[in-house]
């Protein structure tokens, strides 16, 4: 019986055992070490558990699985450099452990390794696999870029807001739905369905990662309630909230955003405050469950028996609970 | 009849005429604008050579062959950050002309649309060609973190800096001629001669690169001459140097590479006296002779019509000749 947890397992035993390169070690070492970060692995998951839909045999569909993993711990490599981020899951990130040198050339071999695990599947699907490997990798380059400009900007639009996120997070998940079909022969209407699937559970994902950042139970979260609020960082709720705040809601939101010197827990309750007041939590809220519907009933949709969608329907449903 | 110039042109005109994306345009700028500093565009045209071999439809090998070259391009962008170059074929570098953020997630996305030009071959050799593609790209990256590592000692040996310039050049250009085979249907000894061709071609092309820039004319070179000399750069003639270098010649040579307040002329004369001394100019003339001879006999012992070879002899006689 195929369970989500079975499946995890599978993987996490497969990346345990494979091998990214050995000389010169200072290139490869660094793969080793973000790949052994950890992280919930729930792209190669959905690959998985979308082939098995379709199929028994899931394990044909577990190196090109690996190969979305690699590919997404290879932007982190990458999106860390560029956002001089310090910590990856609580570890100093490869730039910080070496240099940002090794960081570059590390991360560049690794999205070739990520293309060396798409080796192996059947010459038919070769072409079509790869053409929408190449597609959401470069929209995924694409969201980083708009995430990098907006941080320069303070007119993003609501609309530009969502379309970053979905080509920086929700385009891989939509993909590694996507895939675990191509690989088994799902026709193009059900395809269709996995991606618009997983691409609508990666926008209301990242949603609620903007607002458990507020508004999630600290005794869960791991990280600092209010980060996102601190840094100033362009979430969903700080952009609904400059398009909303008028009067001394405006004021005081924008004293707070420029202020240089301030106390951490009064500026992230003072925002907090105004967020609730605007009823941008409330709203987030609403557009998190819209999301996920979309995502949920282009599951429902699938045409496949129901049976063979349990897996695949658990796990989404954990996806769609969480609180941290 | 099938000319080196007339694919050269075929080749610039399909370079011209390529899209690699539009927007966000601070991502896709930058491929254009490092695509448009030129460059010989040997590799590709070797490709497209070693393939007219085998067909008249050298057209099939076209966007395979661009692969190859946007590949190399992407290598340049990265490298030109990691050795912090200022100049690219005498413009400024990407990560000068826009920063070191932009030159990382350009160079990215470039790599995956070096692998969308490889989209469109035939099924049946796409995995092989992939396969090749992808353990060249990585020993590429591999070659290039050893040139990294070989700037912090001064033990490098001749196998070490050999070993060094087979991975970060040689090897792409063995695959290049390979490709051209690959995809014409060439038996498997056949593509291991191309390989081996461009392979040690490669290597004496690297090594008159180390030679010009100190032995070249300088008024063809069109590079200050002596420029490795005044940077320390650790060529086959410095690492040669090292390790023959005894007594006043030992000690003139720590002086000069040693000394931080120098004439650049003075250094660049008395080094090239020591190189002349230690007989480094003959010994790597010798060196570069044996390579291109394996070069040129592997292509010699290609079992084809002489006829079918010539376009890629002329081609390869005017690299073997080259004086700048």
Redesign the interface.
């Known amino acids: 019986m195929i369970t989500p947890e079975l499946l995890l397992q599978e993987l996490q035993t497969a990346f345990s055992k494979h091998k990214y390169?050995a000389?010169?070690g200072?290139?490869y070492a660094p793969i080793g070490y973000i790949m052994s970060l950890g992280g919930k692995r729930f792209r190669p998951l959905l690959t998985l558990l979308s082939a098995s839909i379709y199929t028994d045999e899931w394990q044909s569909a577990l190196r090109p699985a690996m190969a979305v993993e690699v590919f997404h711990n290879f932007t982190l490599m990458?999106d860390d450099?560029?956002d001089n981020a310090p910590l990856r899951r609580g570890e100093p990130t490869v730039h910080e452990k070496w240099n940002?040198?090794t960081a570059?050339?590390s991360?560049?071999?690794m999205?070739?390794?990520a293309?060396?695990l798409?080796?192996?599947?059947r010459?038919?699907l070769?072409?079509k696999v790869?053409?929408r490997f190449?597609q959401t990798?470069?929209e995924v380059?694409?969201g980083?870029?708009?995430d990098?400009?907006f941080e320069k900007r303070w007119d993003v639009t609501e609309a530009e807001y969502l379309n970053m996120i979905r080509l920086k997070t929700s385009v891989l998940l939509g993909f590694a739905l996507e895939l675990g079909g191509l690989l088994t022969g799902a026709d193009e209407a059900s395809l269709q369905l996995l991606y618009a699937a997983g691409e609508n559970m990666g926008m209301g994902f990242q949603l609620k990662d903007d607002l458990l950042d507020v508004f999630g139970d600290p005794a869960k979260f791991g990280k600092q309630v209010g980060g996102d609020i601190i840094s100033n960082k362009k979430t969903f709720l700080l952009i609904e909230a400059l398009s909303r705040a008028e009067g001394t809601y405006r004021t005081d939101l924008e004293y707070w955003i420029n202020a240089a010197d301030f106390d951490k827990n009064e500026k992230v309750q003072a925002v907090t405050k105004i967020y609730e007041a605007l009823d941008i939590r409330t709203f987030t809220e609403q557009k998190i469950r819209e999301y996920f519907e979309k995502g949920l009933n282009a599951l429902e949709g699938l045409p496949a028996p129901d049976g063979r969608k349990i897996p695949l329907w658990q796990f989404v449903h954990q996806l769609v609970e969480r609180d941290k």
């Open positions: 390169g000389e010169p200072e290139l990458h450099i560029m940002a040198n570059i050339l991360g560049d071999v999205l070739i390794r293309y060396d798409l080796l192996g599947i010459p038919e070769m072409g790869l053409a190449n990798a470069a380059c694409e980083q870029q708009l990098m400009n």
